[in-house]
């Protein structure tokens, strides 16, 4: 597509429950990125994948957070019993190589989560 | 540690004055510099960026940035402001080698215009 898709804009949940959050790149883009902002912060990098594999998910604040890209395309960040800390908008971005110096990523609007 | 400061969290000027929004920035080696801006609702959107040479680089919407290596700051300029530049504004640092992913938000700065 044109853009970085993200689904749903808007989420809201309630402590304790399983959250996906999906990203759909830019056609043609092999790296993808996920990032956390929450209010009045600045993003917060998660994990990066080059094709389908995680090259770096050195962000990803504990185990109950999980990502995979299982056709190196589409994008799913997966929240388990989810927190009112876990609340903040996910960002997702790509880039045409992320192995390249000169790469530049294109972010998505985000997903906001709510945890009640 | 690797780190970025924007000192200035909230600015407020006048539309047609100009606009000066500070990044000082600490890593070991001088990194890929960026600045985005992101306004309500909306996604980050790149303004400019430096890799090497020039240091007086040229973006998006009449703005411009230069890289001090003396001074470790990437400060975004612009001559003469825009109401359409209300937004918030953030510098992003990225370190070389195989951290070509990760880019390093500072908190960001808030810009409001006045008539």
């Known amino acids: 597509g044109a853009g970085v898709s993200q689904t749903p804009s808007n989420k809201v949940t309630e402590k304790g429950k399983y959250v996906e959050l999906r990203c759909d790149p830019i056609s043609g883009h092999t790296a993808l990125y996920w990032y956390r902002q929450s209010l009045g912060q600045g993003p917060e990098f998660l994990i990066y994948?080059?094709?389908?594999?995680?090259?770096?998910d050195s962000g990803l604040p504990n185990d109950r957070f999980f990502a995979v890209r299982p056709e190196g395309s589409v994008s799913t960040l997966k929240i388990q019993r989810t927190e009112r800390g876990d609340s903040a908008v996910y960002l997702c971005a790509s880039s045409l190589d992320g192995s390249s110096g000169a790469n530049v990523l294109t972010f998505g609007a985000g997903s906001r989560l709510t945890v009640l | 540690a690797q780190s970025v400061t924007q000192p200035d969290i909230h600015i407020t000027v006048s539309e047609g004055a100009s606009l000066e929004l500070r990044c000082n920035y600490s890593?070991?080696?001088?990194?890929?510099l960026f600045w985005y801006v992101q306004s309500p609702g909306q996604g980050l959107q790149l303004l400019l960026k430096y890799f090497s040479g020039d240091t007086l680089v040229q973006g998006i919407k009449g703005f411009e940035a230069e890289f001090k290596r003396s001074q470790s700051s990437f400060n975004l300029r612009k001559p003469s402001v825009h109401w359409s530049d209300a937004a918030e504004y953030f510098c992003?640092?990225?370190?070389?080698?195989?951290?070509?992913?990760?880019?390093?938000f500072g908190q960001g700065t808030i810009l409001t215009v006045h008539p």
């Open positions: 994948f080059q094709g389908t594999g995680a090259a770096d």
């Open positions: 992003a640092p990225r370190a070389g080698g195989t951290s070509y992913g990760k880019l390093t």
């Open positions: 890593y070991g080696a001088t990194p890929y």
